[in-house]
């Protein structure tokens, strides 16, 4: 009787682990999806601001990402496309290209990374900062993995003003959702 109990807890708690290793990109995959709001060649969106309608976005992950290094952690890259001239089938370099998904390390535990939305199960969420190109600011980058083993991340940053020389320098904000499926390289 005894051993059918402690198999019966040891079923529960198995049924209870999130197995994260589906969510490790590799050599031959990555995550990729579109930016929310708008169709390629439309303006303006109340859910995207700073992305070109049709931007897509590339994410490698590893969840296993080291948290207790001493040196600077990163648990991936993000790299955005936007469509040239409206045309889905060229592409321009956007504002990250392999950019570093830097590690927030007091955010690992923080109650910030339970947060949920309505419309899908989140198993795991993830605060990371990734610097621009131009390596002037930084923006951060939240991942959430989902039950259906899709990668939902979304890309914020503030607009930023800054006087450079003579002439005053404006930079729009920046957010995007994008929901990330995995396909081939």
Known sequence: MKYKIVLVLVAFSLLGCDDLDAFRSGEDDVFRGTVAGGKTGEEGSFIRSGFVAGTKLELTFD??????SE???SAGTI???APMDGNPDKWSPGDFQNTP?????PLAHDP???YTFPGGERI????FSALFMEGSRSALVFV???EDKDIEARIIAPGVQSACASELKSTAELFGVFRLKRESR
Do not use: C, G, W
């Not at 998904?101 to 390390?105: G, K």
């Not at 795991?124 to 605060?127: E, G, H, K, S, T």
């Open 112 to 114: 910030l990374t339970q």
């Open 144 to 146: 959430s993995l989902m």
């Open 63 to 68: 969840p296993d990402f080291n948290l207790q």
């Open 71 to 73: 040196e600077a952690s």
């Open 79 to 81: 790299s955005t496309f």
């Open 101 to 105: 998904l830097d590690v927030i390390a």
């Open 124 to 127: 795991r969420n993830y605060v």
